[in-house]
């Protein structure tokens, strides 16, 4: 089920967030409670998706307690293989085989393995507890906190990534403890913040994106539909994720437990370096401190360290989806960061405006590739935004949500900052909070709908 | 402003209380109110349609006792009106027909209609376009919103999907309908004009209507010998037609399109039209007390563009010419606005 969803909101998080604080007093009772409750929550989705999850995790706590036990290297290294090799197998097949049957002109019948929802989440967050264990660390979790470090509902299906050492140690919290209203309170109003996000506005912007991008497939864009197109998606993406991001942190916070940050205004960012800081900021370090430091980091010549990028990048625009698409991105914003490197370590400087403005046009320009389903689509799309097919004009429904949308991404506190920093007890913020959320589950159930003008005699 | 446990208690207690109070109060004025008809509780309101969209409306109207029989099909169908139809069967109709409804959103209003209705009087369906599609060309849904479930059995679990924008849109103006603080816009038996008055007729105006469309295909896959073309949307109101008693007088009707959309013989689209009133005719002749009529066909209706608003749609008085031809077709009588495709058998 999805966090922005009747049963969820009104059913599943009031039985479990009850149920939680009901058996506060006995740690594994909880704990216990919070697993059975986070595999119903995947099961929800498909009932078939339950054994990978299940299963995973229980060999990934087995090559634990294994390395745990010998200490030998190739244990948490075997666990790597297996869980990038799962991850292969279901999200990866097809795109493999179809390319290497098409380089050596073969046709390839796809597999079409389900892919078991939020899988490449779970997998890195394995990877990340098995290379530490690997580089030293002495971490061997029991049973119930391994699994409710993997499977806790908040985080499972999109993260943030969150790292064992981040999380595990805060089960030993007890939830009933002084700031228990506080937690339930700033979490609250920071998922209604996140659910905001996602329903009012990145679900209507969508209604803008889709039909351009669906258009762009067949006919080409005029210059204004692609920069309504382009912009538009710039927006839907990040209240979309980052809504998410904040959904999950506000959850996770009503059960006492903080996670790590995920996106801080990356559209104010005035670099690359700056926007990859600011944007899926638990992606990022972990493409930092298990791929790119590994590989040599910036410790090395500067052609070493531009593959280094690229390849952690190309690498990290695949683990978005197998598509050449996703793959071109990541090496696009990897080259990105190279010139960036190169930029700033010859002590070269744009006024901060300018940077700005550059790093929002590069990062717009690479969510058509994105977003596009084909290269073919995606420049045409950028074409059209350089003029290619005349300025032309655009009939949008909803036009105000993109100014909206630029207010709120380019202006005012970040959600976190307002739920968890700024937000103070009183009443006058409860009530509309409340209507808020009112509105929102409202907006969920199902909107308004425009009546068409059908006929027009 | 202190920051105490007690002063976040009653923060979090706010903004539950708020949610849950409001959430509450809008529910029970939904469910109270029942704008779409179906709930089994409710004001006991003198009820009629509120909404536009009739894929809401039309399940309220399926169960209903107040009919015996059904008119289905899409907006080239709507016009018909169910007292003309009433006189000329001796029957009490409602109007099911949905503009641009799939074959797929049809056929589910006809299992609530049969459902509440299992040996119906008479149940007609207008045959167009979205009948004779083929394999890979069946749609399930058109632009309009489709409650799913507001079509299933079992009224109690309507309860559960009443809590949106949309619901509540309807409620409020059901409820002002119904208390008279709005006049009454939609009919009582499916039927609503919905084209301008014929006072207002401009025949040049409806002549650029006309013009604006051409000839409609049937989309779908087809190779081969047409014996071989898979009628997707057929089989399904196969399917429908056969779970009826054979005392029920079932009439199919190819409506009568403007000759703008009528496929010239000999033409690929000709043939899909051809195999798809074979199939139709096929099935009339298969299926007890079932009859094929064809209105789409040259003649003094669709041959004359004065008689349209556009290349769909005719005006009311042939709407109502129509409903007496179906009787005589019904009957097998001969008429100039149409030939039967099958014969008429009696019961």
Same mark, same amino acid.
């Given at each position: 089920?999805?966090?922005?969803?009747?049963?969820?909101?009104?059913?599943?998080?009031?039985?479990?967030?009850?149920?939680? &604080?009901? /058996?506060?007093?006995?740690?594994a009772?909880?704990?216990?409670?919070?697993? +059975?409750?986070?595999?119903?929550?995947?099961g929800?989705w498909?009932?078939?998706?339950?054994?990978? +999850?299940?299963?995973?995790?229980?060999?990934?706590?087995?090559?634990?307690?294994? &390395?745990?036990?010998?200490?030998?290297?190739?244990?948490?290294?075997?666990?790597?293989?297996?869980?990038?090799?799962?991850?292969?197998?279901?999200?990866?097949?097809?795109?493999?085989?179809?390319?290497?049957?098409?380089?050596?002109?073969?046709?390839?019948?796809?597999?079409?393995?389900?892919l078991?929802?939020?899988?490449?989440?779970f997998?890195?967050?394995?990877?990340?507890?098995?290379?530490d *264990?690997?580089?030293?660390?002495?971490?061997?979790?029991?049973?119930?906190?391994?699994?409710?470090?993997?499977?806790?509902?908040?985080?499972?299906?999109?993260g943030?990534?969150?790292?064992?050492?981040?999380?595990?140690?805060?089960?030993?919290?007890?939830?009933?403890?002084?700031?228990?209203?506080?937690?339930l309170?700033?979490?609250?109003?920071?998922?209604?913040?996140?659910?905001?996000?996602?329903?009012?506005?990145?679900?209507?912007?969508?209604?803008?994106v889709?039909?351009?991008f669906?258009?762009?497939?067949?006919?080409?864009?005029?210059?204004?539909?692609? &920069?309504?197109?382009?912009?538009?998606?710039? /927006?839907?993406?990040?209240?979309?994720?980052?809504?998410?991001?904040?959904?999950?942190?506000?959850?996770?916070?009503?059960?006492?437990?903080?996670?790590? *940050?995920?996106?801080?205004?990356?559209?104010?960012?005035?670099?690359?370096?700056?926007?990859?800081?600011?944007?899926?900021?638990?992606?990022?370090?972990?493409?930092?401190?298990?791929?790119?430091?590994?590989?040599?980091?910036?410790?090395?010549?500067?052609?070493?360290?531009?593959?280094?990028?690229?390849?952690?990048?190309?690498?990290?625009?695949?683990?978005?989806?197998?598509?050449?698409?996703?793959?071109?991105?990541?090496?696009?914003?990897?080259a990105?960061?190279?010139?960036?490197?190169?930029?700033?370590?010859?002590? *070269?400087?744009?006024?901060?405006?300018?940077?700005?403005?550059v790093?929002?046009?590069?990062?717009?320009?690479?969510?058509?590739l994105?977003?596009?389903?084909?290269?073919?689509?995606?420049?045409?799309?950028?074409?059209?935004?350089?003029?290619?097919?005349? +300025?032309?004009?655009v009939?949008?429904?909803?036009?105000?949500?993109?100014?909206?949308?630029?207010?709120?991404?380019?202006?005012?506190?970040?959600?976190?900052?307002?739920?968890?920093?700024?937000?103070?007890?009183?009443?006058?913020?409860?009530?509309?909070?409340?209507?808020?959320?009112?509105?929102?589950? +409202?907006?969920?159930?199902?909107?308004?709908?425009?009546?068409?003008? &059908?006929?027009?005699? | 402003?202190?920051?105490?446990?007690?002063?976040?208690?009653?923060?979090?207690?706010?903004?539950?209380?708020?949610a !849950?109070? @409001?959430?509450?109060?809008?529910?029970?004025?939904? !469910?109270? %109110? #029942?704008?779409?008809?179906?709930?089994?509780?409710?004001?006991?309101f003198?009820?009629?349609?509120?909404?536009? #969209?009739?894929?809401?409306?039309?399940?309220?109207?399926?169960?209903? $006792?107040?009919?015996?029989?059904?008119?289905?099909?899409?907006?080239?169908?709507?016009?018909?009106?169910?007292? @003309?139809?009433?006189?000329?069967?001796?029957?009490?109709?409602?109007?099911?027909?949905?503009?641009?409804?799939?074959?797929?959103?049809?056929?589910?209003?006809?299992? %609530?209609?049969?459902?509440?209705?299992?040996?119906?009087k008479?149940?007609? !369906?207008?045959?167009? @376009?979205?009948?004779?599609?083929?394999?890979?060309?069946?749609?399930?849904?058109?632009?309009?919103?489709?409650?799913?479930?507001?079509?299933?059995?079992?009224?109690?679990?309507?309860?559960?999907?009443?809590?949106?924008?949309?619901?509540?849109?309807?409620?409020?103006?059901?409820?002002?309908?119904?208390?008279?603080?709005?006049?009454?816009?939609?009919?009582?038996?499916?039927?609503?004009?919905?084209?301008?008055?014929?006072?207002?007729?401009?025949?040049?105006?409806? =002549?650029?209507?006309i013009?604006?469309? $051409?000839?409609?295909?049937?989309? $779908?896959?087809?190779?081969?010998?047409?014996?071989?073309?898979?009628?997707?949307?057929?089989?399904?109101?196969?399917?429908?037609?056969?779970? =009826?008693?054979?005392?029920?007088?079932?009439?199919?009707?190819?409506?009568?399109?403007?000759?703008?959309?009528?496929?010239?013989?000999?033409?690929?689209?000709?043939?899909?039209?051809?195999?798809?009133?074979?199939?139709?005719?096929?099935?009339?002749e298969?299926?007890?007390?079932?009859?094929?009529?064809?209105?789409?066909i040259? $003649?003094?209706?669709?041959?004359?563009?004065?008689k349209?608003?556009?290349?769909?749609?005719?005006?009311?008085?042939?709407?109502?010419?129509?409903?007496?031809?179906?009787?005589?077709?019904?009957?097998?009588?001969?008429?100039?606005?149409?030939?039967?495709?099958?014969?008429?058998?009696?019961?």
């Amino acid at each position: 089920m999805l966090f922005n969803s009747q049963v969820f909101i009104f059913g599943f998080l009031p039985i479990v967030l009850g149920g939680y &604080y009901a /058996l506060a007093a006995h740690r594994a009772w909880r704990q216990g409670f919070v697993v +059975l409750a986070s595999l119903v929550f995947y099961g929800w989705w498909d009932i078939r998706f339950l054994p990978l +999850l299940v299963g995973l995790t229980l060999a990934n706590w087995l090559i634990a307690q294994a &390395y745990g036990r010998w200490r030998v290297g190739a244990i948490p290294v075997a666990g790597v293989v297996l869980n990038l090799a799962v991850l292969a197998l279901f999200k990866y097949a097809d795109f493999f085989g179809a390319n290497i049957a098409a380089a050596f002109g073969q046709d390839w019948s796809p597999w079409r393995l389900i892919l078991p929802l939020g899988i490449s989440f779970f997998v890195f967050q394995k990877i990340s507890y098995l290379v530490d *264990l690997k580089r030293g660390d002495r971490h061997i979790y029991g049973f119930l906190d391994f699994c409710m470090f993997v499977t806790f509902f908040p985080q499972l299906i999109a993260g943030p990534l969150v790292r064992h050492n981040e999380i595990i140690g805060q089960f030993d919290l007890p939830p009933r403890r002084p700031a228990m209203w506080a937690n339930l309170s700033r979490g609250a109003t920071l998922f209604i913040i996140g659910v905001a996000k996602k329903v009012a506005l990145a679900d209507t912007l969508a209604m803008i994106v889709d039909p351009l991008f669906a258009k762009a497939s067949d006919v080409s864009l005029n210059a204004a539909e692609a &920069y309504a197109a382009a912009g538009g998606y710039t /927006l839907q993406i990040y209240f979309d994720f980052s809504g998410y991001s904040d959904m999950a942190i506000g959850l996770a916070l009503m059960f006492g437990l903080s996670l790590p *940050l995920n996106f801080n205004a990356p559209y104010r960012a005035v670099s690359i370096r700056d926007f990859w800081r600011r944007w899926h900021m638990t992606l990022s370090r972990f493409l930092r401190d298990y791929l790119y430091i590994p590989l040599g980091g910036n410790r090395c010549s500067p052609p070493r360290q531009l593959v280094n990028l690229l390849l952690t990048m190309f690498l990290g625009g695949l683990w978005h989806g197998a598509n050449w698409t996703f793959v071109c991105w990541g090496g696009l914003h990897g080259a990105a960061l190279a010139v960036n490197h190169a930029w700033t370590d010859r002590g *070269l400087r744009l006024p901060r405006v300018a940077a700005w403005a550059v790093t929002l046009a590069f990062v717009t320009c690479g969510w058509v590739l994105f977003r596009a389903p084909d290269f073919r689509t995606a420049g045409d799309v950028l074409g059209s935004m350089i003029g290619a097919r005349g +300025l032309g004009s655009v009939r949008l429904e909803n036009p105000w949500i993109l100014a909206a949308g630029a207010a709120v991404a380019l202006l005012g506190p970040t959600s976190q900052e307002a739920a968890l920093g700024r937000l103070r007890p009183a009443r006058w913020v409860a009530v509309p909070a409340g209507l808020a959320l009112v509105a929102l589950l +409202l907006m969920i159930g199902g909107r308004l709908q425009t009546a068409f003008i &059908y006929f027009q005699f | 402003m202190s920051e105490t446990p007690d002063s976040w208690r009653g923060f979090f207690a706010t903004l539950v209380g708020t949610a !849950v109070g @409001v959430s509450a109060v809008i529910w029970l004025f939904v !469910v109270l %109110v #029942n704008p779409f008809g179906t709930l089994p509780l409710s004001f006991p309101f003198d009820r009629w349609q509120v909404d536009g #969209n009739a894929r809401y409306a039309f399940p309220a109207f399926a169960r209903s $006792g107040r009919f015996d029989s059904a008119n289905f099909g899409t907006s080239t169908s709507r016009l018909l009106r169910p007292e @003309v139809l009433d006189a000329a069967f001796g029957a009490r109709f409602v109007n099911l027909a949905m503009n641009s409804a799939s074959a797929f959103e049809q056929t589910a209003l006809m299992d %609530v209609f049969m459902r509440a209705h299992p040996a119906p009087k008479v149940v007609t !369906v207008g045959i167009d @376009v979205g009948w004779c599609v083929t394999a890979g060309g069946l749609v399930k849904f058109s632009l309009w919103r489709f409650p799913e479930w507001l079509y299933r059995e079992g009224r109690w679990r309507d309860y559960r999907y009443l809590f949106d924008l949309y619901s509540v849109e309807k409620a409020g103006q059901a409820f002002a309908e119904f208390t008279g603080l709005k006049p009454e816009v939609y009919g009582r038996d499916g039927y609503t004009s919905f084209v301008p008055e014929e006072s207002a007729y401009d025949a040049a105006r409806a =002549l650029g209507h006309i013009h604006e469309m $051409g000839v409609q295909v049937p989309p $779908g896959e087809r190779t081969g010998d047409p014996a071989g073309w898979n009628f997707v949307a057929l089989a399904m109101l196969k399917e429908r037609l056969e779970a =009826l008693p054979a005392e029920t007088r079932k009439i199919l009707y190819f409506v009568p399109y403007n000759h703008v959309l009528i496929a010239p013989p000999g033409s690929a689209a000709a043939e899909v039209w051809g195999e798809c009133r074979r199939r139709v005719a096929a099935m009339a002749e298969a299926i007890p007390n079932t009859v094929a009529v064809d209105f789409m066909i040259p $003649g003094a209706i669709t041959d004359d563009d004065t008689k349209y608003w556009d290349a769909l749609h005719y005006r009311q008085p042939v709407a109502d010419r129509i409903a007496r031809d179906l009787a005589a077709a019904s009957r097998g009588e001969a008429g100039g606005d149409y030939r039967l495709l099958s014969a008429v058998s009696d019961q």
